[in-house]
Every structure is written in C-alpha cells, then in structure tokens.
C-alpha cells in the first residue's frame, strides 16, 4: 500500500527540482502517517466489499439495503477524500502548487458554501444536526484571494465539525474587515482536543499519531497547511456549547471600484 501511494502521487503529479523532491519523499515517507493512510484505505475498502455482498442477499428488507447502499457511497467519499487530502498535501508541502487568485462576491462565495454543506448533510442523512448560517458581509463586496484552496479549507473543517458532532448545531460564519476575512465554524460536538492540537502545531503530523481517525486528520492537516500558505491565521477555542470554535482569517484584496465598502456590515445576517 506504501508502494501504491508514492507511485500514484510521482505518477500524478509532476514535481521538478532537486528541493521540491525532497519535500515531496519528507510527506511520502512520513510512517505514522502512511500507516494512517493505508489502514483507514483496508477499511473502507472492507465496507465496501462488505455491504455490497449484503446487498445481495434476499433475506434483509428494501430499507435494510438502502441503508447498505448509503454506507457504500459514504465508504466511497470517504476514500476520495482521503486520496485528496493526502495528494494534495503532498504537493503543498512540495512547495510546487501555484495560486489561483480570482475576483469572486464574497456573499456569493459564502452562499454556495452554506447551500453546498446543506446537500451534504441531507445526503449524509444528519437531520438531528442544525446548520446555522451568519455573516456580516457588504452585500456588494468583491474580492481578490484563493477562491478554490479557500473552499477547500471550509470544506475540511465543516467536515471535521460533522464527523465530531452527533447532535446540536454547526454553525458558519464570516466576517470582513480592512482586507481580512475571517471564516468560523462553530459546533457542538466533541473534537476539540484533536482539532487545536492538529491546527495549531508546528508539527501536526506529531499529534496526528494520538488521532485514530485518518480521515478527519487529513482533513485538519490540509487545511492547516493551506490556511499558513495563503498567509492566514488560525484561531481554536471552546465555545459555550462545550464544542469546537475555529476561525480562519485570509488577507484577501477588494477590487478596484468598491470604494464604498470599508469596515464590517452594521447587520447581521442569519440563517437556520
């Protein structure tokens, strides 16, 4: 499994430079993280095989294999996500990714993230959990800044929030301020200890030993590395829920012709 993971990352992306290749073999070869990696693959592979043979078997009920067929694609997504995270975390760490700064509505921005965590949650069948929704944002406010590693960041800690909360709430939100803009994900789950310890050290790998879900170390562990490359900020903290508080801030540029928008929106906007 080693062996098909380093060949996929060389075969997949292409690294030049002496530096940039022993960045890349520091991430490749990493055991702890290897072992993560191949053990959390053997087991959702496992399930996979697994529910697909049950759902053969005529002797479980049409909503039994419904249930069946919905571990197999979270099995599936699981996998993708993983393969991504660890991919993609290798080539940051090789320094040989390149930014891809665009104009985008940050309210359009923070739109489709919130419309795109209600679909996931529907799919992942989290009625019990309610996704709260709120920002400060100019209704008019255009940006220059990272737009696709930005969506990656929220999507990695909203799926770290979901993965570490049975019940209660998430809630998203963002601010803008003099060139800053400040995301947070709040929760009422229980994954703070890992959560600041992966998004707060230097050496996150260190404490990812102590972790015993791969797939939400990755997650933390990209986004981590890809809010200190666009130049941002971390901030974790416990929140009156007894849950986890995680706010990013990323300089970001307003484009030129929105003069009017300076300072934060005197209102806020919130959504259940």
Do not use: W
Not at 60 to 70: A, L, P
Not at 115 to 134: C, G, N, P
């Amino acid at each position: 499994m080693f062996e098909l993971l380093r060949n996929s990352v060389y075969s997949n992306r292409v690294v030049t430079g002496t530096k940039e290749e022993e960045k890349m073999k520091q991430m490749l070869y990493k055991p702890q993280l290897l072992a993560g990696v191949s053990h959390e693959v053997r087991t959702q592979m496992n399930s996979i095989v697994a529910f697909s043979y049950l759902l053969n078997n005529s002797n479980f009920t049409e909503e039994e294999k419904r249930e069946f067929s919905q571990q197999i694609i979270t099995s599936c997504e699981q996998l993708i996500g993983l393969f991504e995270n660890f991919f993609d975390t290798a080539v940051l760490e090789s320094g040989s990714a390149k930014e891809d700064i665009r104009e985008t509505y940050a309210v359009r921005l923070f739109e489709s993230l919130a419309s795109d965590f209600r679909i996931f949650m529907r799919k992942r069948e989290k009625d019990h959990i309610v996704l709260i929704q709120e920002d400060n944002l100019p209704d008019k406010l255009m940006i220059r800044m990272d737009t696709s590693r930005t969506i990656r960041i929220m999507n990695n800690l909203f799926r770290n929030a979901l993965e570490n909360t049975s019940s209660g709430f998430i809630k998203i939100g963002c601010t803008y301020s003099d060139e800053i803009i400040t995301f947070y994900v709040k929760d009422s789950g229980q994954g703070f200890p890992i959560s600041s310890q992966i998004l707060l050290s230097d050496n996150p790998e260190i404490q990812y030993s102590e972790c015993q879900d791969t797939y939400s170390a990755m997650n933390l562990i990209l986004a981590r590395n890809l809010i200190l490359t666009l130049g941002g900020k971390i901030r974790v903290e416990n929140n009156d829920a007894g849950g986890t508080s995680v706010f990013v801030s990323l300089p970001v540029r307003e484009c030129s012709g929105i003069q009017m928008i300076t300072g934060t929106s005197s209102e806020k906007k919130i959504a259940i």
